[in-house]
């Protein structure tokens, strides 16, 4: 499925190169300062939009014509459908959408018992008109094209009510990429899947954050995403309880896929150091107030699937000293963690807030915190800022979107954080156009 908002299609193409480019990532810490002290408004407008779309029969390679299509408008406590049919040339359309805030819209089809949604799509004043293409019954088993970008473990102390038997709670962040324009799909025994991901054996209470479709079989110790995994990068996430026996973490396992790096984030102090010889010395980061040493695999390595990789820690009470102290971090890595967790709200804070005290855990986690305004803010701005604040936004609403659709974000986070950023973006468009016309 892919999405394309027709008044800013080129500026969202060369967004997506940007947010790609690790060049880019430092501006974004500024977005991020920008966005969150901004003022918010419950602007609306009585304008009308449309939602429209082609629907391609990928195994024909041909537009699906006289084929159904739902949309589904929710606000508030109120849900409505509207139904058409697509043309000869497989083209749909919605009219006279109302472009509010406070609306929500999804589009959704059926093929061959195949569920087809996109949700939660915003109208504004800034993108009136949204094209949704869906590309269905195809599917690519290749699993060639399928690759882990970077695979990233936290490790943390148990839940407070788990005995103390020489448990830790193991973090598993997965960014995995599908490089066919295809949705890819595997078998798990006799099931059709998205794919799977081998677990060490013993793992206890097995828990999913991104995407909370994830399940566990016991029977083969594999994460199994159910759903085709689609075209371009997904962020998987999951949480389990391990245990270290013989003064080891043993978390090695057989890969399924071929994969660049792994890193392990490691609290200062526990006093883990992984015992393959593939990882660099440790450097230190401090994150969310607490101090990680950092483990990442030697640059240049690729780990084939179907091999076995050493991912064990050893407890070495001495690998907490092992960075230098005025070892700086890796920006790149940091933005992964930090400003995953400050914008995207879903599997990275989940994870990052585990590791936290019990006293601020249950505060932290919370995704409807808000960062107090400055109500005087826009005030305070030159025509030009304001303009360089207005690309911000669309910035950030495009990069929201894009971790949407590689589910890196929770619905709920993302609802709450688009919703949030088009009223502020609608608000300044009205100023803008009050400062023009003045």
Known sequence: MHINLSSYSNLKGNLRVRYLTAACISSLLGVVLILFWLPPSLAQTTELGNIQGTVIDRKLEKPLAAHPITLTLHKAETVETQETLTDENGNYHFGDLRLDPTVHYTVSTVYEGTDYTEPDIVLSTWAPNVTLDFNIGAFTDDKTQVRVKTHTFIIGPPPADHAPDGAVTVIEAVAVENQSDL?????????????????????????????????????????????????????????????????????????????????????????????AKFFSAPRREQIHGNV???????????????????????????????????????????VLIAVAAALAGGFFVAALFK??????????????????????????????????????????????????EKQGISTRVYNRL?????????????????????
């Open 355 to 404: 590791l936290r005290a019990p006293s601020s855990g249950a505060a932290a986690t919370s995704d409807d915190s808000v960062t107090p305004p400055d109500a005087g803010w826009l005030r305070k701005l030159s025509p030009d800022d304001i303009e360089h604040v207005r690309i911000a936004r669309l910035e950030f609403i495009t990069y929201l979107d894009d971790t949407y």
């Open 292 to 334: 990680y040493l950092v483990y990442q695999s030697v640059a240049g390595k690729t780990f084939n699937a179907g091999t076995t990789v050493d991912l064990t820690l050893n407890v070495n009470m001495n690998a907490a000293r092992g960075a230098p102290p005025g070892q700086t971090s890796n920006l790149g890595q940091l």
């Open 183 to 275: 949705a890819f799909q595997t078998k798990h025994g006799t099931q059709t899947i998205g794919l799977h991901l081998k677990l060490p054996k013993r793992t206890e209470g097995f828990q999913p954050h991104s995407p909370t479709a994830l399940l566990m079989d016991p029977m083969t110790d594999n994460v199994i995403l159910p759903t085709p995994l689609p075209p371009g990068e997904s962020q998987l996430g999951y949480t389990y309880i391990f245990h270290v026996e013989k003064s080891k973490l043993n978390l090695s396992r057989r890969l399924d896929f071929d994969t660049a790096e792994f890193y392990f984030f490691v609290p200062e102090g526990i006093g883990f150091a992984p015992n």
């Open 418 to 438: 688009r919703r949030e950023q088009t009223e502020r973006l609608t608000t300044l468009l009205e100023q803008q156009k009050r400062g023009n016309d003045a």
